[in-house]
């Protein structure tokens, strides 16, 4: 069953257009933790930001903001004013506890994102 | 401080024959993870290690595929004899501890085209 879903699988916008990335999850735990990391052309995944399920509080990081709600089981991501740097797929993360006490990480099937000058 | 490193970058091979690709995490981090990704989908797990114990190999290929992690520090991942379904990115990934609320540090992949 899929655990993480990024439903947008590609989105084109305009520089400094403002762009939502939209990530639903799937679990039984009441313990878990979400991330979303980037990854440009270069091809290497790069942190951005993690949150417990403990945690409901918005989180801006300068241009990017991130929405949880786990009553829509949601944790959608907000560039302001993209820029063409931005360009890249945005990949969704779940990680959940089972076997063994070890947590295992479970990724969404990305959504790219051009940003056009 | 250096991150993931991965060998090679890119690797073309036919069907049927070996490869092996190896992974140096972080300094420190006890926690290393194989991912293969296919084009367009986001990472999937192969194996998960904690020190040179694998604790989570439920997705890997075994009859095939095989890894290991000797002294808890680098770590090679094995194809033998690939197929040309193996094609995809493999990435290696190291971690100060399991899963959450441990984020994971990727090398760059390596990149394996199988003809």
């Known amino acids: 069953a899929q655990k993480v879903t990024q439903a947008q699988t590609e989105i084109s916008v305009v520089e400094k257009e403002d762009v939502t990335l939209d990530c639903v999850y799937e679990?039984?735990?009441?313990?878990?933790?979400l991330f979303w990391y980037k990854q440009p052309p270069s091809g290497e995944l790069v942190f951005l930001i993690r949150?417990?399920?403990?945690?409901?509080q918005n989180e801006i990081s300068g241009r990017y903001s991130w929405n949880f709600q786990k009553s829509t089981s949601s944790f959608n991501f907000t560039i302001t004013a993209s820029q063409v740097v931005d360009s890249a797929v945005y990949f969704c993360?779940?990680?959940?506890?089972?076997?063994?006490?070890?947590?295992?990480?479970?990724f969404g099937s990305g959504t790219k994102l051009n940003v056009k000058p | 401080e250096a991150g993931v490193v991965q060998s090679p970058r890119y690797k073309i091979i036919e069907k049927k024959q070996p490869v092996a690709f190896w992974c140096n995490p972080i300094?420190?981090?006890?926690?290393l993870y194989w991912y293969r990704q296919n084009l367009g989908q986001g990472p999937e797990l192969l194996i998960r290690?904690?020190?040179?114990?694998?604790?989570?190999d439920s997705q890997l290929p075994k009859d095939r595929f095989s890894a290991e992690r000797l002294k808890g520090v680098d770590s090679t991942l094995k194809i033998q004899p690939a197929e040309l379904g193996d094609s995809a990115v493999y990435l290696c990934?190291?971690?100060?501890?399991?899963?959450?609320?441990?984020?994971?540090?990727f090398g760059p992949g390596t990149r394996l085209t199988v003809l």
């Open positions: 990934a190291s971690s100060l501890g399991a899963g959450g609320p441990y984020e994971q540090f």
């Open positions: 679990t039984r735990d009441t313990t878990y933790y």
């Open positions: 949150r417990n399920s403990f945690d409901e």
């Open positions: 993360a779940l990680s959940q506890r089972e076997e063994y006490n070890f947590n295992k990480f479970y």
């Open positions: 300094s420190g981090h006890n926690t």
């Open positions: 290690y904690e020190n040179e114990e694998a604790v989570d």
